[in-house]
C-alpha cells in the first residue's frame, strides 16, 4: 500500500489535465440546462429559417449561434452538451448495470465454484466471443421490432444500456470471480464461516469491499468503451432519436450534410466525443497501470 | 486429446445452436410472418392457408426442427423488403465484405508492424512517444468519426478519391472483385484506412509487448553477448518469435473486422453484409437479421474453435487443465 499512496502522489501531468477535461465535459453537461444557450429539445426555440447556418468565427456566421446551427436551426453548442449529457448518462447507466450485475454474479461463481461457477462462467465465454457492437446491435434492432416505442426518447435510452451491459458484466464477473477464489481461501473468511454467518452476508460484507479495487479500474475503462458504443449505436440509426440526440446521434445527423460542405454539424460533436473519451481513457490507463503490480515496481 | 476434442466441438455445437434458437426465435415471434407475405387485401381463409403451409401451425419444437433442416440446407427464405431469396442476398454481399477485410488487415500489419518494432527498440525516443500518443487518441475515436474527417478532407475538400460504393467491379463466376478496375482500387482506400485504424493499434501494442519480453530472454543476451549484429538479433531472432501471437491474433481478429466492417460499411455506403445487416435492422427484415447472425455466429464460433483445437495441439498443458 505504501508504494501505492506513492505513485497517487506523482500523478503525471497529462493525467491531470486528461481528467480535469474530462471532468470540465462531464460538469458541463451535467449543468446543460442552466448554461446552454437555447434548449433544443423545446420545439418552439428555433426557427426553420436558421438552419444550417456556419458558426460565429466564419464568414456568414450569426453572432447567436457560437459553432453554428443544425439542419433544423437548433443552436449547435447547446445540442452539443444536452448531447453530451444523454450519451454519460446512457454510458454511466450502462456501467453501473454491468457492475452490479456482474460483480454479484462473479461473487456468486467465485464462492460457490461448482456447477453454478461452470454455468455463470460459459454464459460468460460465450457472450464475449461476440464483439460487443454486434450483440449491442442485436438486442437494440430487436427491441425496436418487438415493440415500437423502443425508438422513443423515454425507452430508447433503457433499451441502449441493456443493449450495451449485456456484454460488458462479463469482465467484472470474471475480475470479481478470480478475487473472490482467493479471499475465500483466506482465515477471515474460514472464521466467518465457522461462525456460521450466512453465505449472503459473508459475502457481501466481508469478502465484496475486499475485491472492489480492480471493479473501480474496469468501471472507468468501461465507462469510455461505453460511451463509445452508444454512440456508435446512435449514429447507425438504433439508438437515440434525433428529437432528443445523443452525441452518435448529431453525428448521425452531421454526416448527411458532409457532402454540401455542412462540416460543422458532424465534426463539433465528434470533436466533444473524442475529448470526452480520450479524457477518460488516459486516465483509466493510469489507473490500470497502478493497480498492476507488475508494473508499479518499475516506477 | 480426444477428451478435449468431444468437449470442445460439443461446446461450438451447442453455442451454435443457441445462435440458431434466437434466429429462430426471432423470426417466429417477431411480427407476423404471414402478414409480410400476402397481398394486402388477402381474406383470413387464405392467410390460414398460408400459415398452414408454412406450417406455422405446427408446435414450436417441430417448427424449431424445421427451420434447423432448412438453415442446414442453406435455405434462409426470402427478404422481406427485396422479395429474393436471403442466400442469394448474402453471397452477393460477401466479396465486397471480404474485400474490405482483407485489405484493412494487410494494411494494419504492413504498418502495426514496423511501428510496434519501432516503440519496442527505442522505448523513450521522439518517434515512440509520437506513436504511443497518436494511439491513445487512435483508440478514442470511433470508426464513424475517422471515417467523416477522412471524407471531409480527401472526398470533399480535396476531391481526390471517391466517398462511397465500389466503383466499377468485375465478375469473376459467383465473386465480383473490385481489385481489377482503377475505379474499383480508389473505392477501397478510404474504407479499407478507417477499417484498419481499429486493427492498426492492436497489431501495434501487441507487436511492442512481444518484442519487449522476447528482448528480455536469456537467447536473446547470449546472442548479443556472442557479438551477433543488432540488426541480425532484432530482426531475424527477436522478431520472428515475437510476430507468432500477433498472426493468432489476427486470425482471431478477422471475424471481429467483419462484425466492425458494419459502421466502415455504413459511412461509406459500401454494398457489403454489414450494409445488408443494417438496412435489415432499420426496415425489420427478419430473415436477413436472422441470417446475417448465424453467418457471423457460425464463422466467430469456427475461428474459436479452431484455435482452442491449435491451442491444444501446441500447447499439451491447457489439456490437462481442460480435463
Known sequence: ?299 | MLRFLIARLGQAALVMLAVAAVSFLMFRFVGDPVAGMVREDASVQEKAELRQALGLDQPVLVQFGRFLGRTIRGDFGVSYRNQRPVAALIAERLPATLELVLMATLLSLALGIPLGVLCALKPDGVAARLVQAVSLIGISTPTFVTGIVLILTFAVTLGLLPSFGRGQTVQLGPWSTGFLTVSGLKALVLPSITLALYQLTLIMRLVRSELIDVLSSDYIRFARARGLSLRRIHFTLALRNALMPVITVTGLQIGSLIAFAIVTETVFQWPGMGLLFIQAVSFSDVPVMAAYLLFVGLLFVLINTVVDLLYAVVDPRLRVKAS
Open chain 1, 1 to 299: 500500500m505504501a508504494s501505492l499512496s506513492r505513485s497517487l502522489r506523482r500523478v503525471p501531468l497529462s493525467v491531470w489535465l486528461a481528467g480535469l477535461l474530462a471532468l470540465a465535459i462531464i460538469a458541463a453537461a451535467a449543468l446543460s440546462p442552466l448554461i446552454a444557450p437555447f434548449n433544443p429539445t423545446d420545439l418552439t426555440s428555433f426557427n426553420l429559417m436558421d438552419a444550417e447556418l456556419p458558426p460565429r468565427f466564419s464568414a456568414e456566421g450569426d453572432p447567436r449561434f457560437l459553432l453554428g446551427t443544425d439542419n433544423q436551426g437548433r443552436d449547435l453548442l447547446s445540442a452539443m452538451l444536452y448531447g453530451a449529457r444523454v450519451s454519460i448518462l446512457i454510458g454511466g447507466g450502462a456501467v453501473a448495470i454491468a457492475a452490479v450485475v456482474g460483480v454479484m454474479l462473479g461473487l456468486l461463481a467465485g464462492y460457490f465454484g461448482g456447477w453454478v461457477d461452470a454455468v455463470i462462467m460459459r454464459i460468460g465465454d460465450i457472450i464475449l466471443s461476440f464483439p460487443t457492437i454486434l450483440l449491442a446491435l442485436l438486442v437494440a434492432g430487436v427491441a425496436r421490432m418487438l415493440f415500437p416505442a423502443a425508438s422513443s426518447a423515454e425507452w430508447a435510452p433503457i433499451i441502449l444500456v441493456g443493449a450495451i451491459a449485456i456484454h460488458e458484466w462479463v469482465q467484472y464477473a470474471r475480475t470479481v470471480r478470480a478475487a473472490t477464489m482467493v479471499e475465500s481461501a483466506r482465515d477471515y473468511v474460514r472464521a466467518v464461516k465457522v461462525i456460521g454467518l450466512p453465505s449472503r452476508q459473508i459475502m457481501l460484507r466481508h469478502i465484496l469491499p475486499n475485491v472492489m479495487g480492480p471493479v473501480l479500474v474496469i468501471a472507468t475503462i468501461n465507462l469510455a468503451a461505453a460511451v463509445l458504443t452508444e454512440a456508435t449505436l446512435s449514429f447507425l440509426g438504433v439508438g437515440m432519436p434525433p428529437t432528443y440526440p445523443s452525441l452518435g446521434t448529431l453525428i448521425r445527423i452531421g454526416n448527411e450534410f458532409v457532402f454540401s460542405g455542412v462540416w460543422w454539424i458532424a465534426l463539433f460533436p465528434a470533436l466533444l466525443l473524442v475529448l470526452l473519451v480520450l479524457g477518460v481513457n488516459i486516465v483509466g490507463d493510469w489507473l490500470r497501470d497502478l493497480f498492476n503490480p507488475k508494473l508499479r515496481g518499475r516506477g
